[in-house]
């Protein structure tokens, strides 16, 4: 099996910044491309920054200058880093990961999520 462990949130002030990280785990064969989303309450979840294999990267306008996605293939982590935060980027936090594995049947790819960390922006 796969696990994805999310670390990092917590509460901060407006300005400040937190770093988080989603290391995955388990039978990995190959881990394609990694993402972070966010939920806020009473929103919908939405992507904040995702990167491909090969490191390239999109973000969506409301973090980009203020976020950077990272990440660790050695180590099969993917990192967030998030400066100039705001109240309104206070949500939960989930990475996502398109995860292959080797099977009794040969390779089969999906998607894993982690369980979430809560972020707080506040003074």
């Known amino acids: 099996q796969v696990q994805l462990v999310e670390s990092g949130g917590g509460l901060v002030q407006p300005g400040g910044s937190l770093r988080l990280s989603c290391a995955a785990s388990?039978?990995?064969?190959?881990?394609?491309?990694m993402a972070w989303y966010r939920q806020a309450p009473g929103k919908q979840r939405e992507l904040v920054a995702a990167?491909?294999?090969?490191?390239?990267?999109n973000y969506a306008d409301a973090v980009k200058g203020r976020f950077t996605i990272s990440r660790d293939n050695a180590k099969n982590t993917v990192y967030l880093q998030m400066n100039s935060l705001k109240p309104e980027d206070t949500a939960v936090y989930s990475c996502?990961?398109?995860?292959?594995?080797?099977?009794?049947?040969?390779?089969?790819?999906?998607?894993?999520w982690g369980q979430g960390t809560q972020v707080t922006v506040s003074s």
């Open positions: 990167i491909t294999s090969a490191g390239s990267t």
């Open positions: 996502n990961a398109d995860i292959t594995r080797r099977t009794n049947w040969g390779l089969s790819s999906r998607d894993y």
């Open positions: 388990g039978s990995i064969f190959k881990i394609n491309g």
